[in-house]
């Protein structure tokens, strides 16, 4: 769709318009104010500089991995216990962290209107990361020390090999026992924030870009609807007929489906949806189908929430779910696990690390006989098939097929997966109404029977509204 160099011209004015409208509002409202709290990984630093011999790149990669959890699910709601009751999870978005350069200081950020309340939820977001930090480190070496214990009890008998062997175990042993007891903590404040130290905030670029980003949506709205572009979007009732694949079932659009790692506590109908599916995917997995891709002809129609439902419904049955992030151009999956998303994918990849290095576990083995496992995307890449086609990522992906029962790769948006075809078993697609042109789906849908013919399972209609469903 070409644009003359008028309309150029008119969204431009609009775009400055709304920019200055945005200042214009900053100047009369303007009352938030900023403060900052200090946290360090290494107490005993002088002023926080990296002393010498210590490998500060490793250490900035530390820092800016603590960084990305401060917005995260479960370091929201740790902060939300030291905040008044009537504080939600909405806070986060006044939430910032980012190392201090050339230091081993974290700086977390809050705006708010009172500097009172912002030092509080400055703090409070400080000490959720330490806790949630000292928790997960405190999970880790529980996890290594029951894995060393299961090594020592396993050796059975008495050679000097075995001696040896025990010997060493010991040793790592006795090492994770004393990091559990007198390690120091991964991250520690060491300068909260006060009122006092609150300073002004005046949002200029904040309040510009909402006025700039406001007046340019309007246009292109107006513009959309001028256009016809909506009515080139398929209706759930043909979008089956367009994918041109078998309907497997379809999935509501409700609440407790857009947190399936936390909520399961679904209504009857939602939960025979998720049913019918887990039944035709462990059908198909027992013929054979292991290694499932999982794609969609667009983004947004819910691939990843779709791989995070049947892994959960999956575990309940006592199999143990491997869900691969593959859309390393825009990984996301990391909000939802409430894990570092780096290293991942990419670097297994590479080589550069080993698959137990970079696989999660999300389940409470306490509670559930199977298991969910993510293995993020990792670093974001701007041409993810280059990466997914490497041989080294191949013999990875085979490997690990002898480790779970079931493997769910979270494709990129419009991936056929040509470069993955030797690893995947099958082709789950995902459609959901609204999200992609006619177009799109039928070019979409063509490629994908040229590359992998009889291996596509079928669709899955998602977030579909209650008259959709009765309609499809």
């Given at each position: 769709?070409?644009m003359s160099?008028?309309?150029?011209?008119a969204?431009?004015?609009?775009?400055?318009?709304?920019?200055?409208?945005g200042?214009?509002?900053a100047?009369l409202?303007a009352?938030?104010?900023?403060?900052?709290?200090l946290?360090?990984?290494?107490?005993?630093?002088?002023?926080?500089?990296?002393?010498v011999?210590v490998?500060?790149?490793e250490?900035?990669?530390?820092?800016?991995s603590?960084a990305?959890?401060?917005?995260?699910?479960?370091?929201?709601?740790?902060?939300?216990?030291?905040?008044?009751?009537?504080?939600?999870?909405?806070?986060r978005?006044?939430?910032?962290?980012?190392?201090?350069?050339?230091?081993?200081?974290l700086?977390?950020?809050?705006?708010?209107?009172?500097?009172?309340?912002?030092?509080?939820?400055?703090?409070?977001f400080?000490?959720?990361?330490?806790?949630?930090?000292?928790?997960?480190?405190?999970?880790?070496?529980?996890?290594?020390?029951?894995?060393?214990t299961?090594?020592?009890?396993?050796?059975?008998?008495?050679?000097p090999g075995?001696?040896?062997?025990r010997?060493s175990?010991?040793?790592?042993?006795?090492?994770?026992?004393?990091?559990?007891?007198?390690?120091?903590?991964?991250?520690?404040?060491?300068?909260?924030?006060?009122?006092?130290g609150?300073?002004?905030?005046?949002?200029?670029?904040?309040?510009?870009a909402?006025?700039a980003?406001?007046g340019?949506?309007?246009?292109?709205?107006?513009l959309a609807?001028?256009r016809?572009?909506?009515s080139?979007?398929?209706?759930?009732?043909?979008?089956?007929?367009?994918?041109?694949?078998?309907?497997?079932?379809?999935?509501?659009?409700?609440?407790?489906?857009?947190?399936?790692?936390?909520?399961d506590?679904?209504p009857?109908?939602?939960?025979?949806?998720?049913?019918?599916?887990?039944?035709?995917?462990?059908?198909?997995?027992r013929?054979?189908?292991?290694?499932?891709?999982?794609?969609?002809?667009?983004?947004?129609?819910?691939r990843?929430?779709v791989?995070?439902?049947?892994a959960?419904?999956?575990?309940?049955?006592?199999?143990?779910v491997?869900?691969?992030?593959?859309?390393?151009?825009?990984?996301?999956?990391?909000?939802a696990?409430?894990?570092?998303?780096?290293?991942?994918?990419?670097?297994?990849?590479?080589?550069?690390?080993?698959?137990?290095?970079?696989?999660?576990?999300?389940?409470?083995?306490?509670?559930e006989?199977?298991?969910?496992?993510?293995?993020?995307?990792?670093?974001?890449?701007?041409?993810?098939?280059h990466?997914?086609?490497?041989p080294?990522?191949?013999?990875?992906?085979?490997?690990?097929?002898a480790?779970?029962?079931?493997?769910?790769?979270?494709?990129?948006?419009?991936?056929?997966?040509?470069e993955?075809?030797?690893?995947?078993?099958?082709?789950l697609?995902?459609g959901?109404?609204?999200?992609?042109?006619?177009?799109?789906?039928?070019?979409?849908a063509?490629?994908?029977?040229?590359?992998h013919d009889g291996?596509?399972?079928?669709?899955?209609?998602?977030?579909l509204?209650?008259?959709?469903?009765?309609?499809?």
């Amino acid at each position: 769709m070409k644009m003359s160099r008028a309309l150029l011209v008119a969204l431009l004015i609009v775009t400055v318009v709304g920019a200055g409208a945005g200042m214009l509002v900053a100047v009369l409202t303007a009352g938030e104010f900023e403060a900052r709290t200090l946290l360090t990984t290494h107490p005993d630093a002088a002023n926080g500089a990296f002393p010498v011999g210590v490998a500060a790149p490793e250490i900035a990669r530390t820092l800016e991995s603590d960084a990305q959890l401060i917005r995260i699910a479960p370091v929201v709601q740790i902060a939300l216990r030291e905040l008044p009751r009537r504080t939600d999870g909405g806070v986060r978005e006044q939430v910032d962290a980012a190392p201090v350069s050339g230091t081993f200081m974290l700086e977390v950020t809050a705006r708010e209107d009172g500097a009172e309340r912002a030092a509080a939820i400055a703090n409070a977001f400080a000490n959720a990361l330490v806790e949630y930090r000292r928790n997960w480190d405190a999970a880790r070496l529980k996890r290594a020390g029951d894995a060393v214990t299961v090594r020592l009890k396993s050796l059975d008998n008495d050679g000097p090999g075995t001696r040896e062997q025990r010997r060493s175990l010991e040793r790592r042993l006795a090492d994770i026992v004393t990091q559990e007891t007198l390690g120091e903590p991964p991250l520690a404040v060491v300068d909260g924030a006060t009122a006092a130290g609150a300073a002004r905030a005046w949002p200029w670029a904040r309040y510009g870009a909402i006025g700039a980003a406001a007046g340019l949506a309007l246009a292109i709205l107006v513009l959309a609807l001028r256009r016809g572009i909506s009515s080139r979007r398929i209706p759930p009732r043909e979008l089956a007929r367009v994918h041109d694949q078998p309907l497997l079932g379809t999935l509501p659009r409700h609440r407790s489906l857009r947190t399936p790692l936390i909520d399961d506590a679904h209504p009857i109908d939602v939960s025979a949806a998720v049913e019918q599916l887990t039944e035709h995917l462990d059908r198909r997995r027992r013929e054979g189908a292991r290694s499932v891709l999982i794609t969609s002809a667009a983004r947004f129609e819910g691939r990843s929430t779709v791989a995070l439902i049947l892994a959960r419904a999956l575990a309940s049955r006592g199999l143990h779910v491997l869900v691969v992030e593959a859309d390393l151009a825009h990984p996301k999956l990391a909000d939802a696990t409430g894990r570092p998303s780096r290293p991942g994918l990419a670097a297994l990849a590479a080589g550069t690390v080993q698959a137990d290095e970079v696989i999660h576990n999300l389940t409470d083995t306490e509670t559930e006989r199977g298991g969910v496992f993510v293995l993020h995307a990792g670093d974001r890449v701007t041409h993810p098939e280059h990466v997914l086609a490497t041989p080294e990522l191949q013999r990875r992906l085979q490997s690990l097929r002898a480790e779970f029962d079931a493997i769910l790769i979270d494709a990129p948006a419009g991936f056929v997966g040509d470069e993955l075809a030797s690893s995947v078993d099958g082709v789950l697609v995902v459609g959901r109404p609204g999200m992609a042109s006619r177009d799109s789906v039928t070019t979409f849908a063509s490629q994908l029977r040229a590359t992998h013919d009889g291996a596509v399972m079928g669709l899955v209609l998602n977030a579909l509204r209650p008259r959709a469903r009765s309609a499809s």
